[in-house]
């Protein structure tokens, strides 16, 4: 009777620290938590990825960044906030204040190149068209 006790002692100890541990089943990766689901290429979305996720996510901890901007956020709002979203995004990069200096001094291989710079606001383009098809 013992054993059956602490068998079933065992399993719910190992049982409630994955429930209370999720990242012992998947390792906390930011990225992976939230969903993104604007309509672009593969090579789009490494851009963003890459230069921008880090702080423009609902689940970032830059908690200024997350307002002014959320990557998972933008398809939720009205299609009119939506389209001043996209171009905001593209105005930005066009003008190199974003991603910040700051940041880019402790990653300076995630500043836009003129080429990504080009993909990311074709993308807004497209991306702004579909609410006028
Ligand atoms: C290190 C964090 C960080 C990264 C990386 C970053 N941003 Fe930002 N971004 C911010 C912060 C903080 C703000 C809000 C304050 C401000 O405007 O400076 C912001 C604001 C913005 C805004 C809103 C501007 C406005 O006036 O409404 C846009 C659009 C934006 N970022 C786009 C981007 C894009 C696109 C990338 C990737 C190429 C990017 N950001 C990368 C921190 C970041």
């Given at each position: 009777m013992f054993v059956l006790w602490m068998a079933i002692l065992a399993s719910f100890i190992v049982f409630s620290a994955f429930v209370l541990y999720p990242g012992y089943l998947s390792p906390p990766t930011m990225q992976q938590d939230v969903e993104v689901d604007l309509n672009m290429s593969d090579k789009v979305f490494e851009i963003v990825k890459t230069s921008c996720f880090d702080c423009h996510?609902?689940?970032?901890?830059?908690n200024k960044a997350k307002k002014a901007m959320s990557f998972d956020r933008i398809s939720h709002l009205a299609p009119m906030k939506q389209i001043a979203e996209l171009n905001n995004i593209c105005e930005e990069i066009k003008e190199g204040n974003m991603p910040p200096e700051k940041y880019l001094s402790n990653f300076p291989d995630r500043k836009l190149t003129d080429v990504q710079i080009k993909m990311v606001c074709d993308w807004v383009k497209a991306e702004s068209q579909k609410f006028f098809k």
């Amino acid at each position: 009777m013992f054993v059956l006790w602490m068998a079933i002692l065992a399993s719910f100890i190992v049982f409630s620290a994955f429930v209370l541990y999720p990242g012992y089943l998947s390792p906390p990766t930011m990225q992976q938590d939230v969903e993104v689901d604007l309509n672009m290429s593969d090579k789009v979305f490494e851009i963003v990825k890459t230069s921008c996720f880090d702080c423009h996510l609902s689940n970032s901890k830059n908690n200024k960044a997350k307002k002014a901007m959320s990557f998972d956020r933008i398809s939720h709002l009205a299609p009119m906030k939506q389209i001043a979203e996209l171009n905001n995004i593209c105005e930005e990069i066009k003008e190199g204040n974003m991603p910040p200096e700051k940041y880019l001094s402790n990653f300076p291989d995630r500043k836009l190149t003129d080429v990504q710079i080009k993909m990311v606001c074709d993308w807004v383009k497209a991306e702004s068209q579909k609410f006028f098809k």
